[in-house]
């Protein structure tokens, strides 16, 4: 027998019974309206459990994982207020029901049988997925990646404070706000989730606002693997910067108290808490997981005794705010509503086709006021003795440093965050003398977690600003990429645009740096990013195009709201010379604020017929190298530099090889996975000439002479440039 319809029994006959579970006699403030609504959410919660059930069985339903046993978090809403931001554990529909009634309007019944049925009016994500959230009741919605959002309520925590200070033109959480962020007893154990716990102490350990409520929801299981007793309790009592709080959530009176008086801390003094509430699972994981099939039936029979629904009835009858007869009426009522409702929310329509489905991949446009660039005067005391050489032609990494520089004059919401991105101006020196210009609250030095850094970025664009946060290295970024694939990218599919993460991820990396970290300091796979939805990849060649580009990336997010990563070279950041020894060939002068190259505009250098070299970052700058060598071999040429990596610029890269005879791709990222696969699909199928690639090998990047060995050169690309003309000749 399903375990859902053996509650369901036991709650009838123990109700009509008056077989109540033993507990502590309802006290605190709690007033009985607001019991006899927490105990109507969460009847609607377990109402809403079942009919899930029914929809799967009939084929109208898909996949869900179920809120029964953790009813009593409607308690915690109806102590915190609607316009605080709410990041919630998967099994807290009741708490989103809870909150609806705080909020006029709703139609939560309908809403979230909407989205049982993978109808494509679910308000929340249009029928792309079974998740809770609401841009009315400011519930960003969630995936099941495990902790994925802890990092993401750190920041925004974080930015209710950073928003008194600056406050963006986007702005969206009060000031006197507090972020509330749930999760299971399980997920507590996540590295992720630990690293957000540690970041949160670590900021309140230095007295910086963090209003910041966790809630752990333990339940003392994660699918089939029981929680050691006490665990949490002994993890979290005593951590230095969060303060601790416990009840049962069993009882929903003290639930409330406990929870109003966390909340109460955490809004007045702007540290963050733990609230740890006992509960207990229903039914299962999900979906039709057997608890029998892995507990011992003794353990599952002991867990539904203990129905929160039953407390609730007991708690309510020994107040006098509604008798057992009167609830077991309203349990009754609520199930025919959903049922009803459930009948007409079935016949809804879903998505149908691959452009229904993928249109919430790219965000909507958004309006933004103006900008007016900074007076001359307050441009000249930000940039100080720099300005005197902008009429000299400069390396690359400074030429990003002064573009950075008027991007954070002309949009005061721009904050950047990253290790040593502040006082020190970063490992190459490219963020110097910006936290001196613009302060410690727009130069974020972070603590030494990278999925804390994008956390702190993602977090921050829910309220309006627009981030730029560093990653040192590229092969750092794998420590975090779930934040950009599970979290960033994710948000707009989930929320049919409704949810945004805006930023400007900058990432130094790729190879031919000399002689420094070998891997570590010099990955050359991009594969990673220009595999994720909605993600928009550029990698500039040369300082001049890095500022033009800079500043599109930065108008994609402010006024696209898109996710932008930014891939610096860092063998170019230094880069003099092209041809001879200080020629000066790879300086450039700083372009004019006004000048952009717009996203999906590729480089064009030379019109040569013969053979067109399509590449990107350092490829460019060696195939420049090669030139007057395939010149010399009476090798016409063109060089066409991709700068947009994802998505491709197909229709660019396709009229610049217009007239080309030869197309030959160099590509520094690997043969496996890299550019070059992308890049050869393309011309295969627009372009009727030979073409043929170079790439790296398929290897990590060695320290010390062979710094190179691995991947193109100059002298590679005329030898596999000369052959391919010859061949075709």
Known sequence: ??????????????????????????????????????????????????????????????????SSGHEGLAAVASALRPTDMAFLHYRDAAFQIARAGQVPGQTIAWD?????????????????HKVLGSK??????????????????????????????????????????????SFGDASANHSTAQGAFNTAQWTSYQSIPLP??????????????????????????????????TCDGLDIFATYATALEAAHYVRSRRKPAFLHIRTIRLYGHAGADMPTTYLPREMVEAEEAQDPLLHMVRGLDQIGAMSAPEALQVYHDTNARVARIAAEAVTRPRLQTAADVMAALIPPKRA???????????????????????????????LINWALTDLMLAHREIVMMGEDVGRKGGVYGVTQKLQARFGQDRMIDTLLDEQSI???????????????????????????????????????????????????????????????????????????LRDIPGLILACPSNGADAAKMLRECVRLAREEQRLVVFLEPIALYPMRDLHDDKDGGWMCHYPDPSEVIPFGQVGLHGAGE???????????????????????????????????????????????????RHILIVDETR?????????????????????????????????????AATMPSCGSIIAAAKALVEKAE
């Open 1 to 66: 027998m399903d375990r859902a319809d053996i509650v369901h029994d036991n709650f009838l006959r123990r109700i009509a019974s008056r077989d109540f579970p033993h507990g502590t006699a309802p006290s605190g403030p709690l007033s009985p309206q607001q019991a006899v609504e927490i105990y109507r959410a969460a009847c609607l919660s377990r109402a809403l459990d079942r009919q899930s059930r029914v929809m799967q069985r009939a084929g109208q339903g898909f996949y869900t994982i179920g």
């Open 112 to 128: 979230m049988l909407l989205s049982f049925a993978a109808s494509s009016e679910d308000p929340i994500s249009g029928g792309r």
């Open 136 to 181: 009315a009741l400011n519930i960003p919605p969630q995936t099941s990646t495990i902790a994925s959002h802890l990092p993401k309520a750190v920041g925004a925590a974080y930015a209710i404070g950073a928003a008194r200070r600056h406050r963006p033109e986007h702005a969206e959480l009060p000031e006197d706000g507090i972020v509330y962020c």
């Open 212 to 245: 910041l409520l966790f809630c752990c929801e333990d339940n003392g299981i994660g699918i089939s693997t029981r929680t050691p007793k006490g665990w949490i309790a002994a993890s979290f009592q005593n951590r230095p910067g969060l303060k601790y709080f």
């Open 368 to 398: 933004c006021l103006p900008t007016n660039g900074p007076s001359a005067e307050t441009r000249a005391a930000a940039f100080g003795s720099d300005m005197k050489q902008m009429a000299e032609p400069q390396i690359m990494s400074r």
């Open 454 to 528: 994008l956390g702190l970025a993602i977090g921050m664009a829910q309220n309006g600003f627009i981030p730029m946060p560093e990653i040192q290295f590229l092969a750092y970024l794998h420590n975090a990429e779930d934040q950009l694939r599970g979290e960033a990218a994710t948000l707009p599919f989930f929320s049919n645009g409704q949810y945004t993460n805006p930023m400007v991820l900058r990432i130094a990396g790729l190879g031919y740096q000399k002689g420094f970290g070998g891997h570590f300091h010099n990955d050359n796979s991009v594969a990673v």
């Open 610 to 660: 013969d053979l067109a070299i399509v590449t990107f970052g350092n490829g460019t700058y060696l195939a420049r190298q090669a030139e007057p060598a395939l010149t010399a071999a009476g090798i016409r040429t063109r060089i066409i530099d991709t700068r947009w990596l994802s998505p491709l610029p197909k229709d660019a890269l396709t009229a610049a090889v217009q007239g080309a």
């Open 671 to 707: 043969h496996t996975g890299g550019m070059a696969e992308a890049l050869m699909a393309h011309f295969h199928e627009v372009a009727q000439v030979p073409l043929v690639r170079l790439t790296a090998e398929d290897s990590f990047i060695a320290t010390g002479p062979a710094y």
